[in-house]
């Protein structure tokens, strides 16, 4: 139980590197036909963007699916906590994609949503910064990153970008 449960965590940890790493060169990449709706204002309930998280859940189930309660189950399950935290902490919090009311006061979770509103204050793709959902560098190191750049907004917050 206590190895199963090392891969659940380890799977989410990792998850958090992947996925940060797919935001920054696939995402802001060739994949920006995909996720250039979430970097835009719109009114709809979903985004283009949103078929990355199929992609992800589709490889979960996949993973389910051969794993049948082997290791790779257990990476299955690591995945889908990841994509309910990513849901929670981004989709909710963060962005306030449907009705969650809390609003961080202080702490990580307030560091965490601010990194996010400097990731989408530039506009575009190119100089972006703070590419994980649930890792945020310190705020000040970000804001110093972005100094002088063009096209840049630090007042947009999430609530700009989803209806």
């Known amino acids: 139980m206590l190895v199963n449960a090392a891969i659940v965590v380890g799977t989410v940890v990792a998850m958090e590197a992947i996925a940060a790493l797919v935001h920054r060169y696939v995402m802001h ?4 036909g995909w996720h250039r709706s979430h970097h835009e ?4 309930l979903l985004e283009r963007n949103d078929l990355y ?9 996949g993973l389910f699916v051969v794993g049948s309660f082997g290791p790779l189950y257990w990476v299955a399950i690591g995945l889908t906590l990841y994509g309910f935290l990513y849901f929670v902490v981004h989709d909710g919090m963060v962005h306030r994609r449907w009705p969650f009311r809390y609003v961080p006061r202080r702490g ?3 560091r965490l949503v601010q990194a996010h509103r400097l990731h989408h204050a530039v506009e575009g793709r190119d100089g972006c910064v703070s590419f994980g959902f649930l890792y945020a560098p310190p705020v000040a190191k970000l804001r110093s990153k972005l100094r002088g750049r063009p096209g840049l907004n630090l007042r947009a917050s999430p609530e700009d ?3």
């Open 29 to 32: 990449g060739p994949g920006w």
């Open 108 to 110: 990580y979770l307030k």
């Open 53 to 61: 998280a199929l992609v992800f859940a589709a490889l979960a189930c």
């Open 41 to 44: 204002p719109h009114d709809h």
């Open 161 to 163: 970008h989803a209806a």
